[in-house]
């Protein structure tokens, strides 16, 4: 069955395991990314909460156990499958819509164009997703007094504090990261594919390790283009209420006149370390679910 006759919900369903598996593999280097981006700056002569990825990583398992590189996953999980089925579905819709034939080729330019529309269908349900994870992420472990107790006990404190507005703080963050993150995203999955066509034939970018390559290199590629949105946007999610009134704006003069440019990257290492196997998963996940569907219901 080729991509353009695939069943629209055979690619919703496939896509939606293959965020579950993204969820999974790649939680912990998230965890870890959003306590670096989000950590205080120390005060003169002191050091600072975490000296990088392996030293937040290891602070986050003595105090909270392995356990706690898991905070905060209940929300992704919630809401990763409708997001990646949408995102694989508007990313479909996209190719559709710019082709005169089922048959045509896209050229990089319009395989990016779909694959910034989807990153428009996703942010619906990623803003507040991203907002009650980030939240639940950065609560300290140990003793220390939590706040939120969980994924809905979060999400009803934030609504009665401010609410939908406060619920989908962060939304036009997001979006300014999943366009271009996301047209990325599927260009390079896409083209990397085609790579592997040309060079190990028509199998060698449908068998195992086609996927693992083109999905991994798709991660990379979205995170290179898509960080220091993130960044900003972790820092608008979890600021105490009125700390930005201006939004992302704020957040930017701040971190520039603060800490410089490369404060937009930080948080990089576990982002590229989680990047590569997470998106992998995915779509590993994606091909397996679409072979089972394609086997267990043909006419689906």
Same mark, same amino acid.
């Given at each position: 069955?080729?991509?353009?006759?695939?069943?629209?919900?055979?690619?919703?369903?496939?896509?939606?395991?293959?965020?579950?598996?993204?969820?999974?593999?790649?939680?912990?280097?998230?965890?870890?990314?959003?306590?670096?981006?989000?950590?205080? !700056?120390?005060?003169?002569?002191? !050091?600072?909460?975490?000296?990088?990825?392996?030293?937040?990583?290891?602070?986050?398992?003595?105090?909270?156990?392995?356990?706690?590189?898991?905070?905060?996953?209940?929300?992704?999980?919630?809401?990763?499958?409708?997001?990646?089925?949408?995102?694989?579905?508007?990313?479909?819709?996209?190719?559709?819509?710019?082709?005169?034939?089922?048959?045509?080729?896209?050229?990089?330019?319009?395989?990016?164009?779909?694959?910034?529309?989807?990153?428009?269908?996703?942010?619906?349900?990623?803003?507040?997703?991203?907002?009650?994870?980030?939240? !639940?992420?950065?609560?300290?472990?140990?003793?220390?007094?939590?706040?939120?107790?969980?994924?809905?006990?979060?999400?009803?404190? !934030?609504?009665?504090?401010?609410?939908?507005?406060?619920?989908?703080?962060?939304?036009?963050?997001?979006?300014?990261?999943?366009?271009?993150?996301?047209?990325?995203?599927?260009?390079?999955?896409?083209?990397? @594919?085609?790579?592997?066509?040309?060079?190990?034939?028509?199998?060698?970018?449908?068998?195992?390790?086609?996927?693992?390559?083109?999905?991994?290199?798709?991660?990379?590629?979205?995170?290179?283009?898509?960080?220091?949105?993130?960044?900003?946007?972790?820092?608008?999610?979890?600021?105490?209420?009125?700390?930005?009134?201006?939004?992302?704006?704020?957040?930017?003069?701040?971190?520039?006149?603060?800490?410089?440019?490369?404060?937009?990257? @930080?948080?990089?290492?576990?982002?590229?370390?989680?990047?590569?196997?997470?998106?992998?998963?995915?779509?590993?996940?994606?091909?397996?679910?679409?072979?089972?569907?394609?086997?267990?219901?043909?006419?689906?």
């Amino acid at each position: 069955m080729s991509e353009n006759q695939t069943s629209p919900i055979k690619y919703f369903l496939s896509g939606g395991f293959g965020g579950v598996c993204t969820v999974i593999a790649g939680h912990p280097l998230d965890t870890i990314k959003v306590r670096l981006q989000t950590m205080p !700056l120390p005060a003169p002569g002191q !050091l600072p909460q975490y000296a990088g990825t392996y030293d937040c990583a290891r602070k986050t398992v003595q105090r909270e156990g392995f356990r706690g590189l898991y905070k905060g996953m209940s929300a992704p999980l919630t809401g990763v499958a409708p997001i990646f089925a949408i995102s694989f579905f508007g990313f479909g819709l996209g190719k559709r819509l710019q082709q005169k034939t089922p048959e045509e080729k896209l050229t990089n330019v319009q395989l990016f164009a779909a694959g910034a529309f989807s990153g428009i269908f996703t942010t619906s349900i990623m803003a507040p997703g991203e907002r009650i994870k980030c939240l !639940l992420q950065i609560q300290q472990g140990g003793g220390a007094p939590q706040k939120y107790n969980g994924m809905v006990d979060c999400a009803k404190q !934030l609504y009665k504090e401010g609410g939908i507005r406060s619920v989908y703080k962060g939304s036009v963050a997001t979006l300014l990261r999943d366009i271009p993150a996301s047209g990325l995203y599927f260009l390079t999955y896409e083209y990397v @594919k085609e790579f592997a066509a040309r060079e190990f034939g028509t199998e060698g970018s449908r068998g195992l390790i086609g996927t693992i390559f083109a999905g991994g290199s798709a991660g990379i590629a979205n995170w290179a283009v898509g960080m220091p949105a993130d960044v900003l946007k972790s820092r608008l999610q979890t600021a105490a209420p009125g700390t930005y009134p201006n939004g992302i704006r704020d957040v930017f003069r701040e971190l520039m006149t603060k800490e410089g440019p490369l404060a937009l990257y @930080k948080g990089v290492t576990p982002v590229m370390l989680r990047a590569f196997p997470a998106n992998a998963a995915c779509f590993i996940g994606f091909e397996i679910s679409m072979k089972f569907l394609n086997f267990a219901a043909p006419n689906l």
